[in-house]
């Protein structure tokens, strides 16, 4: 009996081994799948890089109001909202259009992300220097730019 416990032990022994194992190696393989990805270039539409402090300055002078797309380099959904949506040709003419884009990398400007409230990425923001209209989450072109309209429409109607 001693003899067929033994075999017990080792046999189960030899299959946590092999478990184990494969749990390690599972997670391995997510992790460097995961740090592999590359972040998506900046969609064409934030190519001038305009500053936040010389956006609201042209804001205040043209009237336009202030898109500002928080973001990280380190957010998958952030970098399918930049492929995808943001690098659409009509969602870019809708933007330039009605607004003057901002990119906001939340982790090199914490203190702006903060002063509008960005709790997680990626997240858009309309503002006109007075109100803000925000929407966090990944869009379909169609989507942002219906997002778009009907926050234009909002800021302008709260001036009233």
């Known amino acids: 009996m001693k003899s067929t416990q033994s075999a017990r ?3 189960f022994s030899k ?4 478990f184990l194992v494969v749990i390690v190696a599972s997670i391995v393989a997510v992790v460097l799948t995961r740090s592999n990805q ?3 270039p900046h969609p064409q539409v934030f190519a001038q ?3 936040l402090e010389d956006a609201t300055a042209q804001s205040a002078e043209t009237g336009k109001p202030v898109l500002v797309f928080a973001t990280a380099s380190w957010c998958p959904p952030c970098q399918s909202f930049k492929r995808g949506a943001l690098s659409d040709p009509q969602v870019a003419e809708a933007i330039n259009a009605q607004a003057i884009p901002v990119y906001l990398d939340i982790d090199k400007y914490p203190e702006q992300a903060s002063m509008f409230g960005v709790r997680s990425v990626p997240t858009l923001i309309l503002t006109d220097g007075k109100d803000i209209t925000k929407k966090t989450g990944v869009m ?3 989507n942002t730019i219906d997002w778009l309209n009907e926050s234009v429409i909002k800021l302008a ?3 009233d």
Do not use: G, L
């Open 38 to 40: 590359t972040a998506a």
């Open 49 to 51: 890089n305009v500053s």
């Open 15 to 18: 299959m946590d081994s092999i």
């Open 140 to 142: 379909s072109s169609a």
């Open 9 to 11: 032990t080792r046999a």
């Open 157 to 159: 109607t709260s001036e």
